[in-house]
Protein backbone atom coordinates (compact mmCIF):
# COMPACT_ATOMS: atom_id res chain seq x y z
CA UNK A 1 0.00 0.00 0.00
CA UNK A 2 1.24 3.05 -0.92
CA UNK A 3 1.96 5.63 2.00
CA UNK A 4 3.31 8.93 0.45
CA UNK A 5 -0.29 9.72 -1.24
CA UNK A 6 -0.74 13.20 0.19
CA UNK A 7 -4.39 13.72 1.50
CA UNK A 8 -6.50 16.43 1.33
CA UNK A 9 -5.06 18.69 4.59
CA UNK A 10 -6.52 21.33 5.60
CA UNK A 11 -5.24 24.84 5.18
CA UNK A 12 -3.43 25.48 8.46
CA UNK A 13 -0.37 27.29 9.91
CA UNK A 14 1.90 24.65 11.13
CA UNK A 15 2.90 24.15 15.22
CA UNK A 16 6.37 26.06 14.65
CA UNK A 17 8.06 24.84 17.98
CA UNK A 18 7.88 21.24 17.77
CA UNK A 19 10.25 21.24 14.43
CA UNK A 20 13.07 20.95 16.89
CA UNK A 21 14.41 17.80 18.19
CA UNK A 22 11.78 15.65 16.85
CA UNK A 23 12.93 11.79 15.91
CA UNK A 24 12.21 10.54 12.62
CA UNK A 25 8.44 9.97 12.05
CA UNK A 26 9.19 6.85 9.90
CA UNK A 27 12.25 4.98 11.74
CA UNK A 28 11.67 6.72 14.73
CA UNK A 29 15.09 6.78 15.82
CA UNK A 30 17.06 8.82 13.65
CA UNK A 31 17.32 12.48 14.15
CA UNK A 32 14.84 14.16 11.88
CA UNK A 33 16.58 16.74 9.47
CA UNK A 34 13.33 18.06 7.90
CA UNK A 35 9.62 18.85 7.95
CA UNK A 36 8.08 18.19 4.78
CA UNK A 37 4.17 18.26 3.76
CA UNK A 38 2.88 20.05 6.89
CA UNK A 39 4.23 18.23 9.54
CA UNK A 40 6.22 15.42 8.77
CA UNK A 41 9.11 14.95 10.29
CA UNK A 42 12.01 12.85 7.98
CA UNK A 43 15.79 11.61 9.10
CA UNK A 44 18.00 12.10 5.78
CA UNK A 45 17.61 7.96 5.03
CA UNK A 46 13.64 8.09 5.04
CA UNK A 47 13.59 11.10 2.90
CA UNK A 48 15.65 9.16 0.73
CA UNK A 49 13.20 6.50 0.33
CA UNK A 50 10.32 8.53 0.60
CA UNK A 51 11.36 10.83 -2.60
CA UNK A 52 12.21 7.56 -4.46
CA UNK A 53 9.02 6.01 -3.42
CA UNK A 54 7.08 8.88 -4.62
CA UNK A 55 8.70 9.31 -7.64
CA UNK A 56 8.87 5.87 -8.90
CA UNK A 57 4.83 5.73 -7.31
CA UNK A 58 4.19 8.84 -10.35
CA UNK A 59 5.60 6.80 -13.12
CA UNK A 60 4.67 3.58 -12.29
CA UNK A 61 0.58 3.73 -10.86
CA UNK A 62 0.01 5.43 -14.57
CA UNK A 63 1.89 2.64 -16.56
CA UNK A 64 2.11 4.96 -19.53
CA UNK A 65 5.87 4.50 -19.78
CA UNK A 66 6.62 1.06 -20.95
CA UNK A 67 9.51 -0.98 -20.74
CA UNK A 68 12.32 0.03 -23.03
CA UNK A 69 10.59 2.95 -24.86
CA UNK A 70 12.61 6.10 -25.60
CA UNK A 71 11.67 8.66 -23.50
CA UNK A 72 13.04 12.70 -23.77
CA UNK A 73 13.44 14.39 -20.38
CA UNK A 74 13.70 18.17 -20.80
CA UNK A 75 16.64 19.43 -18.54
CA UNK A 76 16.60 23.51 -18.14
CA UNK A 77 19.34 23.36 -15.54
CA UNK A 78 17.10 24.00 -12.59
CA UNK A 79 16.67 22.37 -9.00
CA UNK A 80 13.39 20.36 -10.49
CA UNK A 81 15.15 19.14 -13.48
CA UNK A 82 18.29 18.55 -11.93
CA UNK A 83 16.61 16.65 -9.37
CA UNK A 84 14.52 14.56 -12.18
CA UNK A 85 17.58 13.64 -14.01
CA UNK A 86 19.20 12.17 -10.30
CA UNK A 87 16.23 10.59 -9.92
CA UNK A 88 16.14 8.83 -13.22
CA UNK A 89 19.95 7.85 -12.94
CA UNK A 90 19.31 6.37 -9.67
CA UNK A 91 16.36 4.72 -11.14
CA UNK A 92 18.63 3.15 -14.10
CA UNK A 93 21.00 1.97 -11.78
CA UNK A 94 21.54 -1.69 -11.28
CA UNK A 95 21.01 -1.11 -7.43
CA UNK A 96 17.66 0.20 -7.38
CA UNK A 97 15.16 -2.03 -6.12
CA UNK A 98 12.36 -1.82 -8.59
CA UNK A 99 14.63 -0.71 -11.60
CA UNK A 100 12.76 1.67 -14.13
CA UNK A 101 13.03 0.47 -17.48
CA UNK A 102 12.89 3.32 -20.33
CA UNK A 103 15.59 4.86 -22.19
CA UNK A 104 15.77 8.79 -21.73
CA UNK A 105 17.66 11.20 -23.87
CA UNK A 106 18.44 14.10 -22.52
CA UNK A 107 17.80 18.06 -24.38
CA UNK A 108 18.34 21.71 -23.48
CA UNK A 109 16.89 24.65 -24.66
CA UNK A 110 18.93 27.51 -25.03
CA UNK A 111 16.98 30.61 -24.61
CA UNK A 112 19.71 32.92 -23.96
CA UNK A 113 18.73 35.31 -26.91
CA UNK A 114 15.41 35.88 -25.12
CA UNK A 115 17.55 37.66 -22.04
CA UNK A 116 20.03 39.08 -24.82
CA UNK A 117 23.09 37.08 -23.59
CA UNK A 118 25.78 37.92 -25.80
CA UNK A 119 27.51 34.06 -28.03
CA UNK A 120 29.60 33.87 -25.65
CA UNK A 121 27.55 33.90 -22.38
CA UNK A 122 25.24 31.59 -24.24
CA UNK A 123 28.12 29.57 -25.13
CA UNK A 124 29.32 29.27 -21.46
CA UNK A 125 25.88 28.52 -20.42
CA UNK A 126 25.61 25.23 -22.84
CA UNK A 127 29.19 24.02 -21.71
CA UNK A 128 28.25 23.72 -18.27
CA UNK A 129 24.46 22.07 -19.36
CA UNK A 130 26.96 19.93 -21.31
CA UNK A 131 29.10 18.77 -18.79
CA UNK A 132 25.91 17.54 -16.38
CA UNK A 133 24.10 16.00 -19.61
CA UNK A 134 26.93 14.18 -20.40
CA UNK A 135 27.88 12.76 -17.28
CA UNK A 136 24.69 11.19 -17.13
CA UNK A 137 25.88 9.15 -19.78
CA UNK A 138 22.73 9.36 -21.46
CA UNK A 139 21.96 10.50 -25.22
CA UNK A 140 21.73 14.31 -25.19
CA UNK A 141 20.70 17.44 -27.49
CA UNK A 142 21.34 21.19 -27.17
CA UNK A 143 19.01 23.59 -29.59
CA UNK A 144 18.28 27.34 -29.45
CA UNK A 145 15.00 28.46 -29.03
CA UNK A 146 15.17 30.40 -31.76
CA UNK A 147 15.46 27.42 -34.08
CA UNK A 148 11.44 26.94 -33.36
CA UNK A 149 11.34 29.76 -36.35
CA UNK A 150 12.42 27.45 -38.93
CA UNK A 151 9.89 24.48 -37.99
CA UNK A 152 7.23 23.17 -40.42
CA UNK A 153 3.89 23.63 -39.27
CA UNK A 154 2.37 20.54 -38.66
CA UNK A 155 0.74 20.20 -41.66
CA UNK A 156 3.89 20.23 -43.25
CA UNK A 157 2.90 18.13 -46.34
CA UNK A 158 0.35 20.12 -47.39
CA UNK A 159 1.44 23.19 -46.64
CA UNK A 160 2.99 25.92 -48.68
CA UNK A 161 4.79 28.78 -49.25
CA UNK A 162 8.69 29.27 -48.76
CA UNK A 163 9.03 27.27 -45.46
CA UNK A 164 12.73 25.77 -44.97
CA UNK A 165 12.74 22.10 -44.27
CA UNK A 166 14.30 21.31 -40.81
CA UNK A 167 17.45 18.93 -40.71
CA UNK A 168 16.80 15.80 -38.92
CA UNK A 169 20.37 14.98 -38.60
CA UNK A 170 20.21 14.41 -34.65
CA UNK A 171 21.57 11.42 -33.31
CA UNK A 172 19.97 8.78 -32.01
CA UNK A 173 20.52 7.04 -29.12
CA UNK A 174 23.02 4.15 -29.90
CA UNK A 175 25.06 7.00 -31.82
CA UNK A 176 24.96 8.98 -29.03
CA UNK A 177 25.41 6.19 -26.51
CA UNK A 178 28.88 5.33 -28.29
CA UNK A 179 30.10 8.86 -28.51
CA UNK A 180 29.74 9.54 -25.02
CA UNK A 181 33.76 8.92 -23.33
CA UNK A 182 34.71 11.14 -26.39
CA UNK A 183 31.93 13.81 -25.44
CA UNK A 184 33.11 14.30 -21.72
CA UNK A 185 36.77 14.38 -23.17
CA UNK A 186 36.36 17.11 -24.89
CA UNK A 187 34.84 19.78 -22.79
CA UNK A 188 37.72 19.12 -19.80
CA UNK A 189 40.60 19.01 -22.50
CA UNK A 190 41.79 21.80 -24.13
CA UNK A 191 40.17 23.14 -27.46
CA UNK A 192 41.44 25.13 -30.33
CA UNK A 193 38.03 26.70 -31.02
CA UNK A 194 36.08 28.64 -27.85
CA UNK A 195 33.75 30.67 -30.13
CA UNK A 196 30.84 29.63 -31.93
CA UNK A 197 31.52 30.03 -35.53
CA UNK A 198 28.25 32.24 -37.03
CA UNK A 199 26.18 31.32 -40.12
CA UNK A 200 24.71 34.04 -41.77
CA UNK A 201 21.72 34.21 -44.08
CA UNK A 202 22.25 30.26 -43.48
CA UNK A 203 18.24 28.65 -42.81
CA UNK A 204 18.91 25.23 -43.01
CA UNK A 205 18.98 24.00 -38.97
CA UNK A 206 21.42 21.51 -37.65
CA UNK A 207 20.94 20.41 -34.14
CA UNK A 208 23.97 20.14 -32.14
CA UNK A 209 26.17 16.76 -30.95
CA UNK A 210 26.83 18.00 -27.92
CA UNK A 211 30.35 16.36 -27.99
CA UNK A 212 31.38 18.87 -30.14
CA UNK A 213 29.49 21.75 -28.67
CA UNK A 214 32.97 24.59 -28.69
CA UNK A 215 33.09 24.23 -32.35
CA UNK A 216 29.88 23.17 -33.67
CA UNK A 217 27.66 25.40 -31.73
CA UNK A 218 26.37 27.85 -34.20
CA UNK A 219 24.05 30.60 -33.59
CA UNK A 220 22.08 31.52 -36.68
CA UNK A 221 22.01 35.29 -36.52
CA UNK A 222 18.80 35.76 -38.61
CA UNK A 223 16.91 33.28 -36.37
CA UNK A 224 18.48 35.12 -33.05
CA UNK A 225 17.24 38.69 -34.57
CA UNK A 226 13.49 37.20 -35.12
CA UNK A 227 13.21 35.54 -31.74
CA UNK A 228 14.57 39.25 -30.47
CA UNK A 229 12.23 41.05 -33.11
CA UNK A 230 9.55 39.08 -32.14
CA UNK A 231 9.70 39.03 -28.47
CA UNK A 232 10.08 43.06 -28.53
CA UNK A 233 6.73 43.54 -30.74
CA UNK A 234 4.86 42.35 -27.77
CA UNK A 235 4.13 44.69 -24.95
CA UNK A 236 3.82 43.04 -22.20
CA UNK A 237 6.04 40.46 -20.11
CA UNK A 238 2.70 38.26 -20.10
CA UNK A 239 2.84 37.85 -23.46
CA UNK A 240 6.62 37.28 -23.92
CA UNK A 241 6.51 34.65 -21.22
CA UNK A 242 3.54 32.79 -22.92
CA UNK A 243 5.56 33.40 -26.32
CA UNK A 244 8.54 31.59 -25.20
CA UNK A 245 6.68 28.87 -23.52
CA UNK A 246 4.87 27.36 -26.62
CA UNK A 247 8.17 27.97 -28.66
CA UNK A 248 9.77 26.15 -26.12
CA UNK A 249 7.13 23.47 -26.35
CA UNK A 250 7.48 23.33 -30.38
CA UNK A 251 10.65 22.63 -30.11
CA UNK A 252 10.69 19.57 -27.33
CA UNK A 253 7.78 18.50 -30.12
CA UNK A 254 9.59 18.49 -32.84
CA UNK A 255 13.27 16.49 -31.55
CA UNK A 256 10.45 14.28 -29.96
CA UNK A 257 9.18 13.25 -33.48
CA UNK A 258 12.50 13.52 -35.07
CA UNK A 259 14.69 11.17 -32.70
CA UNK A 260 11.82 8.62 -32.28
CA UNK A 261 10.72 9.55 -28.34
CA UNK A 262 7.70 8.82 -27.96
CA UNK A 263 7.07 10.51 -24.61
CA UNK A 264 8.77 13.92 -23.07
CA UNK A 265 9.26 14.20 -19.68
CA UNK A 266 9.13 17.68 -18.50
CA UNK A 267 10.70 18.86 -14.61
CA UNK A 268 8.08 20.75 -13.56
CA UNK A 269 7.67 20.20 -9.69
CA UNK A 270 4.52 20.49 -8.16
CA UNK A 271 5.19 23.96 -6.78
CA UNK A 272 5.95 25.49 -10.58
CA UNK A 273 2.76 23.74 -11.68
CA UNK A 274 0.48 25.51 -8.57
CA UNK A 275 1.65 28.68 -10.06
CA UNK A 276 1.30 27.37 -13.82
CA UNK A 277 -2.27 26.04 -13.33
CA UNK A 278 -3.13 29.77 -11.20
CA UNK A 279 -1.27 31.55 -14.37
CA UNK A 280 -3.61 30.17 -16.33
CA UNK A 281 -6.64 30.77 -15.39
CA UNK A 282 -5.75 34.46 -15.38
CA UNK A 283 -4.12 34.09 -18.83
CA UNK A 284 -7.16 32.96 -20.49
CA UNK A 285 -5.73 29.73 -20.53
CA UNK A 286 -8.47 28.06 -17.80
CA UNK A 287 -9.82 25.63 -20.89
CA UNK A 288 -5.67 24.39 -20.82
CA UNK A 289 -5.38 24.76 -17.32
CA UNK A 290 -5.63 20.98 -16.65
CA UNK A 291 -3.78 19.39 -19.57
CA UNK A 292 -0.70 22.44 -18.90
CA UNK A 293 -0.84 20.66 -14.95
CA UNK A 294 -2.08 16.89 -14.99
CA UNK A 295 0.61 13.64 -15.19
CA UNK A 296 0.35 13.17 -18.54
CA UNK A 297 -0.89 15.85 -21.22
CA UNK A 298 -2.64 14.24 -24.15
CA UNK A 299 -2.80 17.12 -26.60
CA UNK A 300 -1.26 15.46 -29.05
CA UNK A 301 -2.21 11.95 -30.44
CA UNK A 302 1.63 10.87 -30.96
CA UNK A 303 3.50 12.74 -28.37
CA UNK A 304 2.62 12.75 -24.70
CA UNK A 305 4.23 14.93 -22.35
CA UNK A 306 4.77 13.66 -18.47
CA UNK A 307 5.63 15.80 -15.03
CA UNK A 308 7.14 12.82 -13.54
CA UNK A 309 7.73 15.35 -10.23
CA UNK A 310 4.50 17.38 -9.94
CA UNK A 311 3.84 15.33 -6.38
CA UNK A 312 6.95 17.30 -5.06
CA UNK A 313 7.32 20.33 -3.57
CA UNK A 314 10.11 22.98 -4.69
CA UNK A 315 11.30 22.80 -0.91
CA UNK A 316 11.08 18.57 -1.42
CA UNK A 317 13.46 19.30 -4.68
CA UNK A 318 15.63 21.41 -3.25
CA UNK A 319 16.15 19.49 0.05
CA UNK A 320 17.14 16.42 -2.44
CA UNK A 321 19.44 18.31 -4.56
CA UNK A 322 21.43 19.62 -1.25
CA UNK A 323 21.64 15.85 0.40
CA UNK A 324 22.85 14.24 -2.76
CA UNK A 325 24.72 16.84 -4.16
CA UNK A 326 22.86 17.45 -7.22
CA UNK A 327 24.63 20.58 -9.30
CA UNK A 328 22.13 23.15 -10.74
CA UNK A 329 23.42 25.68 -13.37
CA UNK A 330 21.22 28.93 -12.83
CA UNK A 331 20.13 30.71 -16.15
CA UNK A 332 18.70 33.55 -16.25
CA UNK A 333 15.05 34.48 -17.66
CA UNK A 334 12.75 36.65 -18.20
CA UNK A 335 11.80 37.65 -14.89
CA UNK A 336 15.13 37.23 -13.00
CA UNK A 337 15.36 40.27 -10.86
CA UNK A 338 12.04 41.89 -12.07
CA UNK A 339 9.50 43.83 -9.92
CA UNK A 340 7.20 41.16 -8.42
CA UNK A 341 4.59 42.49 -10.72
CA UNK A 342 6.21 42.48 -13.97
CA UNK A 343 4.39 39.70 -15.43
CA UNK A 344 1.56 37.75 -14.04
CA UNK A 345 3.42 34.49 -13.77
CA UNK A 346 5.79 36.19 -11.57
CA UNK A 347 3.22 37.88 -9.63
CA UNK A 348 1.38 34.72 -9.50
CA UNK A 349 4.43 32.92 -8.03
CA UNK A 350 4.68 35.66 -5.59
CA UNK A 351 1.90 35.23 -4.47
CA UNK A 352 1.89 31.27 -4.15
CA UNK A 353 5.41 30.85 -2.79
CA UNK A 354 3.98 33.34 -0.36
CA UNK A 355 1.11 31.57 0.98
CA UNK A 356 2.82 28.19 0.98
CA UNK A 357 5.37 29.39 3.48
CA UNK A 358 2.88 30.07 6.26
CA UNK A 359 0.17 27.53 4.97
CA UNK A 360 2.16 24.51 3.80
CA UNK A 361 -0.53 22.59 1.97
CA UNK A 362 -1.61 25.51 0.07
CA UNK A 363 1.01 23.88 -3.37
CA UNK A 364 -1.08 20.61 -2.74
CA UNK A 365 -4.32 21.85 -2.46
CA UNK A 366 -4.13 23.31 -5.41
CA UNK A 367 -3.00 20.38 -7.73
CA UNK A 368 -5.67 18.89 -6.14
CA UNK A 369 -8.10 21.14 -7.55
CA UNK A 370 -6.72 21.25 -10.85
CA UNK A 371 -7.23 17.28 -11.07
CA UNK A 372 -10.82 17.72 -10.25
CA UNK A 373 -10.99 19.71 -13.77
CA UNK A 374 -10.97 17.73 -16.93
CA UNK A 375 -8.24 17.25 -19.68
CA UNK A 376 -9.16 14.01 -21.26
CA UNK A 377 -10.47 16.13 -24.41
CA UNK A 378 -8.77 15.12 -27.67
CA UNK A 379 -9.88 16.68 -31.10
CA UNK A 380 -9.13 17.03 -34.29
CA UNK A 381 -6.33 19.20 -36.15
CA UNK A 382 -8.46 22.15 -37.68
CA UNK A 383 -9.26 22.28 -33.97
CA UNK A 384 -6.33 23.08 -32.42
CA UNK A 385 -4.44 25.98 -31.66
CA UNK A 386 -1.78 26.92 -34.60
CA UNK A 387 0.45 28.22 -31.64
CA UNK A 388 -0.02 26.05 -28.81
CA UNK A 389 -1.47 22.82 -30.51
CA UNK A 390 -4.48 22.98 -27.60
CA UNK A 391 -8.02 22.50 -28.28
CA UNK A 392 -9.90 25.49 -29.60
CA UNK A 393 -11.80 27.09 -27.11
CA UNK A 394 -13.37 29.45 -28.99
CA UNK A 395 -16.33 28.05 -30.97
CA UNK A 396 -18.55 29.62 -27.87
CA UNK A 397 -21.84 30.71 -28.17
CA UNK A 398 -23.19 34.32 -29.38
CA UNK A 399 -23.85 35.39 -26.20
CA UNK A 400 -20.36 34.10 -24.70
CA UNK A 401 -17.79 36.45 -23.18
CA UNK A 402 -15.46 35.78 -25.95
CA UNK A 403 -18.16 37.45 -27.87
CA UNK A 404 -18.80 40.40 -26.23
CA UNK A 405 -14.78 40.90 -26.09
CA UNK A 406 -14.69 40.69 -29.75
CA UNK A 407 -17.46 42.92 -30.25
CA UNK A 408 -16.19 45.37 -27.87
CA UNK A 409 -13.32 45.29 -29.57
CA UNK A 410 -14.58 45.80 -33.08
CA UNK A 411 -16.73 48.95 -31.76
CA UNK A 412 -12.91 50.64 -30.62
CA UNK A 413 -11.94 50.11 -33.70
CA UNK A 414 -14.90 51.33 -36.01
CA UNK A 415 -15.29 48.65 -37.99
CA UNK A 416 -18.64 46.75 -37.48
CA UNK A 417 -20.23 47.10 -40.65
CA UNK A 418 -20.28 44.04 -42.64
CA UNK A 419 -18.08 41.12 -42.08
CA UNK A 420 -14.83 41.43 -44.39
CA UNK A 421 -13.76 37.93 -44.02
CA UNK A 422 -14.34 37.07 -47.58
CA UNK A 423 -11.04 38.27 -48.96
CA UNK A 424 -10.58 38.19 -52.44
CA UNK A 425 -7.83 35.96 -53.48
CA UNK A 426 -6.22 36.29 -56.88
CA UNK A 427 -4.11 34.35 -59.40
CA UNK A 428 -0.46 34.01 -58.18
CA UNK A 429 0.27 34.45 -61.81
CA UNK A 430 1.94 31.26 -62.66
CA UNK A 431 -0.74 29.55 -63.77
CA UNK A 432 -4.57 29.64 -65.67
CA UNK A 433 -6.14 31.60 -62.55
CA UNK A 434 -7.22 27.74 -61.09
CA UNK A 435 -5.20 28.14 -58.33
CA UNK A 436 -6.71 30.98 -56.88
CA UNK A 437 -3.70 32.25 -54.55
CA UNK A 438 -1.48 34.88 -54.52
CA UNK A 439 2.21 33.50 -54.70
CA UNK A 440 3.49 35.12 -50.80
CA UNK A 441 0.04 35.18 -49.78
CA UNK A 442 0.96 36.62 -45.95
CA UNK A 443 -2.03 35.87 -43.39
CA UNK A 444 -3.57 38.96 -42.05
CA UNK A 445 -3.87 39.55 -38.16
CA UNK A 446 -7.65 38.40 -38.54
CA UNK A 447 -6.40 35.54 -40.07
CA UNK A 448 -4.11 34.52 -37.92
CA UNK A 449 -6.36 35.43 -34.91
CA UNK A 450 -9.38 32.69 -35.98
CA UNK A 451 -6.78 30.21 -36.03
CA UNK A 452 -5.43 30.58 -32.52
CA UNK A 453 -6.75 29.77 -29.05
CA UNK A 454 -8.38 32.36 -27.07
CA UNK A 455 -5.16 32.94 -24.83
CA UNK A 456 -2.56 32.52 -27.47
CA UNK A 457 -5.03 35.37 -28.96
CA UNK A 458 -4.29 37.78 -26.34
CA UNK A 459 -0.20 36.57 -27.01
CA UNK A 460 -0.66 37.56 -31.04
CA UNK A 461 -3.05 40.80 -30.33
CA UNK A 462 -0.06 42.23 -27.82
CA UNK A 463 2.38 42.10 -31.09
CA UNK A 464 2.32 45.29 -33.39
CA UNK A 465 3.15 42.86 -36.43
CA UNK A 466 1.54 39.29 -37.19
CA UNK A 467 4.19 38.00 -39.62
CA UNK A 468 6.96 38.21 -36.83
CA UNK A 469 5.33 35.23 -35.84
CA UNK A 470 7.48 31.68 -36.84
CA UNK A 471 6.68 30.03 -39.90
CA UNK A 472 4.93 26.64 -38.17
CA UNK A 473 2.13 28.91 -37.20
CA UNK A 474 2.17 31.46 -40.03
CA UNK A 475 1.82 28.17 -42.23
CA UNK A 476 -0.52 26.09 -40.62
CA UNK A 477 -2.59 29.66 -40.13
CA UNK A 478 -2.53 30.16 -44.58
CA UNK A 479 -2.71 26.40 -44.78
CA UNK A 480 -6.13 26.75 -42.71
CA UNK A 481 -7.64 29.40 -44.75
CA UNK A 482 -7.04 27.72 -47.59
CA UNK A 483 -8.89 24.63 -47.06
CA UNK A 484 -12.26 26.94 -45.76
CA UNK A 485 -11.48 29.08 -49.27
CA UNK A 486 -11.47 25.52 -50.90
CA UNK A 487 -14.28 24.13 -48.87
CA UNK A 488 -16.33 27.31 -48.96
CA UNK A 489 -16.06 26.96 -53.19
CA UNK A 490 -17.35 23.50 -53.73
CA UNK A 491 -19.77 24.36 -50.43
CA UNK A 492 -22.44 23.54 -52.85
CA UNK A 493 -21.64 20.27 -54.41
CA UNK A 494 -21.01 18.82 -50.90
CA UNK A 495 -23.07 15.74 -49.81
CA UNK A 496 -24.92 17.39 -46.36
CA UNK A 497 -25.14 15.52 -42.67
CA UNK A 498 -28.57 14.15 -42.14
ZN1 LIG B 1 14.01 7.81 9.63
ZN1 LIG C 1 -3.08 28.50 -28.18
Known amino acids: MCSVQDD ?35 CRGCFQVYVTHKFRAAIGKTKLVRDGEHVLVAFSGGPSSSALLSLIQEGLSQRAHKKLRF ?112 SNYQINVNLEQRLKETIDSMKSVSAREDFICSLRHKILLDVARHCGYSKVMLGSCGTQLAVRLLTDISTGRGAHAAMETAFADRRLKDIMFLRPMRDFSSKEVAMYNSFHNVETIFIPSLTTKAETNVSIEHLTESFVTGLQADYPSTVSNIMRTGEKLDSSTEKKVDEKCAMCQAPLDTSVGVSSALSAVEFSQKI ?27 AQNSPDQKEVLSSLCYACRLTVRDMDDVNKLPLYVLGDVAWRSKRSNMKKEIEDFLLQDV
Not at 15 to 37: H, N, Q, Y
Not at 150 to 156: A, D
Not at 424 to 438: A, H, I, N, R
Open 8 to 42: DMPLKRPEKDESFGRLCMKCKEEPAVLITRVNDAF
Open 103 to 214: KPGLIFIDEGATVGLCAAERLAICEKVQSVMTNSGFPCYIKSLEEAFELMPENEGKSTGNIHTVSTEINNSADCNSSQADSSASVSGPHSSTSPAFRDGDSSIESVRTEDIK
Open 412 to 438: SQGCIEGDNSSKTVECCGEGDGSCQST
